[in-house]
């Protein structure tokens, strides 16, 4: 082949947002629009961190997916770029990217140097919905900030864009290596196994033998639910083939290109088929509930736990995840080198590493801020609000994995289970946690899609209340006389420990008295308008008061909050698009 240079301009709004560049797909088909950002993203590493390096490109399949596949192979062809290295069809979920960049070694003994993931997560996907890449980078993480603004800069001075010329399309549906000849030398492709690395990691943390146990139970019952995502392409392998799961207990474990038409969130408002067949909502069917429930969102970096009838908050998910590591995961039989989770997620973890004397690190939200840490040997478990959990094993969230560490709290809590015992079941788990710890009362609520400037006003007005608590105090016992006072209100702002590096307006927070929370942030992820997120979070030390319905609980925080905000004046909205 040989190397072409396109003229080229640029495009508005090129900037990636909380994790990577997110789309219509009409947008990113236009022309030079992927390209642009493509060859940005070379400018940004520079020409001698591209030549010669190994890429991996691949993603959750959805629709766009196979072009801009052959795009960037001949883009990084003419950049320089000596290997691609592709998942079968295209497909790796975003956890196996970051460890198919940290562990696999190519046939002629190469190792990855960064990775273009295609996805936009939990966006729906097809024709008419969203498309998506990030970059990531030989740590196996998202691209820090500097990297990324570096990006941005790129998109708006581009002029031209390098791609191969006379490189045929590869055919990325067969595993194999395809050489190719270019001015600078040799350029492969290697198509390989999607699941082959991934599952070998995950053997090599978590017991198979006790989760195999534990799963042959006649006791217990799984079900796990990929929303037609790429979790679907690894759930098979792991959960029926290694762990013995039956077929049946695989839901929608089909990759498709637009998600089977859904939105594949796993919440309780999207993953209705679980939903229901976990028993919660008013969904009774009749039929008993298994005793286990997951699902996953797009690129399968997201979970959601359910036990029977039984919800599992994503914030209490890491705190318990983080309190049974030791003795139930063997990977972290060594102890834990210190936990971690992002600011709008809830305190349980903070008690959690209180307890067990942990160095403990509040970042804000994004995967990207915990990379540093983990590099650092700062921190062994961190998580999200936003259904997403992981450890030190790669450097992004890990849906399959959060399965794998509740299958190992249970397979342990079980372990002497005997035939006339009940199981402990997760339930029991959450509930004697909470009797330990204090419970969390927690909430979400996102406003999707508000007109932007609505929402920069709403946000704007928020800042500007802050500066007089007097008056945010008086509001708050003029509508509930039951709320404590805020004693703090300020907007997160977060200095890496490790590099010095300051993130500045990471999200508004109005601090209580009691401990409870309101905060407010403008979602980075969206492809139209703007999206508030609203946490409301509320601590609860005495056992004997643990155990209330969370709408019941949260209640007086949420009419200050909505009153604060003034939320449907700002909006026009009564009630948000989803409660999680
Ligand atoms: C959301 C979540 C955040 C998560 C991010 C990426 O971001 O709130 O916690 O890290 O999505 O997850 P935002 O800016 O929309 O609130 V994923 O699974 O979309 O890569
Ligand atoms: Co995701």
Request: proline share 4%.
């Amino acid at each position: 082949f040989s190397v072409c240079r396109v003229e080229t301009t640029p495009f508005d709004g090129q900037k990636p947002g909380t994790s990577g560049l997110r789309k219509k797909v009409k947008v990113f088909k236009q022309r030079h629009y992927l390209e642009n950002f493509v060859q940005a993203t070379f400018n940004a590493l520079g020409a001698d961190k591209v030549r010669g390096a190994t890429l991996v490109v691949s993603g959750d399949g959805r629709y766009y997916s196979k072009e801009a596949i052959q795009i960037i192979i001949k883009m990084s062809a003419a950049n320089g770029v000596r290997r691609v290295w592709v998942g079968q069809n295209g497909l790796l979920s975003t956890p196996a990217v970051s460890c198919v960049i940290r562990d696999r070694v190519g046939h002629d003994g190469s190792k990855a140097n960064g990775s273009f993931i295609l996805t936009a997560s939990h966006n729906p996907g097809g024709p008419h919905e969203d498309f998506g890449i990030k970059y990531n980078m030989e740590n196996g993480g998202p691209a820090p900030e500097s990297v990324t603004n570096k990006i941005y800069e790129n998109t708006t001075s581009i002029s031209e864009y390098l791609i191969a010329e006379g490189l045929p399309d590869v055919d990325i549906s067969v595993t194999g290596v395809s050489s190719f000849g270019g001015p600078e030398g040799q350029f492969d492709v290697d198509v390989f196994d999607s699941a082959t690395d991934y599952v070998k990691l995950m053997k090599s943390i978590f017991d198979f033998q006790s989760i195999q146990k534990l799963i042959s139970n006649p006791k217990f019952s799984f079900c796990y639910d990929a929303l037609h995502g790429v979790a679907g392409a690894y759930a098979n392998r792991i959960f029926v083939e290694e762990l013995g799961a039956q077929g049946s207990s695989l839901l929608n474990c089909v990759p498709k290109e637009d998600f089977g038409g859904g939105h594949p969130d796993p919440n309780l408002t999207y993953a209705k088929e679980l939903v229901a067949r976990m028993g919660l909502g008013n969904t009774d069917s009749g039929v008993e509930p298994p005793e286990f429930g997951a699902a996953a969102d797009g690129d399968a970096d997201r979970n959601m736990v359910l036990g029977k009838r039984f919800f599992v908050t994503p914030s209490d998910s890491v705190a318990i995840i983080a309190a049974n590591a030791v003795e139930s995961i063997p990977y972290f039989s060594g102890g834990l080198k210190g936990v971690a989770r992002s600011m709008p997620t809830s305190a349980a973890l903070d008690v959690v590493a209180k307890n067990l004397n942990l160095k403990f690190f509040e970042v804000p939200t994004g995967w990207k801020f915990f990379g540093n840490l983990m590099d650092a040997g700062m921190c062994s478990v961190c998580g999200e609000e936003s259904f997403g959990t992981g450890s030190d094993h790669i450097r992004e969230k890990d849906g399959i994995w959060a399965v794998l560490a509740w299958l190992s709290i249970l397979a342990y809590k079980n372990k002497d289970n005997h035939n006339g015992d009940q199981l402990v079941s997760v339930e029991d788990i959450v509930r004697q946690h909470w009797a330990t710890y204090g419970r969390h009362y927690y909430t979400r609520y996102d406003y999707e899609n508000v007109d932007a400037s609505a929402a920069k006003d709403l946000m704007d007005h928020l800042v500007q209340l802050q500066s007089n608590l007097d008056e945010v105090n008086t509001i708050i016992s003029g509508i509930r006389s039951d709320v404590s006072n805020v004693v703090n209100a300020d907007e997160f702002e977060y200095k890496d420990p490790v590099d010095g590096s300051i993130s500045k307006h990471q999200g508004i927070r109005y601090l209580f008295a009691d401990g409870s929370r309101l905060v407010f942030r403008l979602s980075g992820t969206g492809s139209e308008g703007a999206t508030i997120r609203l946490y409301i979070e509320q601590y609860e030390k005495d056992s004997s008061k643990t155990g209330r319905e969370s709408a019941d609980a949260l209640a007086p925080l949420v009419e200050v909050a909505l009153n604060l905000s003034k939320m449907e004046a700002f909006t026009g909205r009564s009630v948000p698009t989803v409660i999680t």
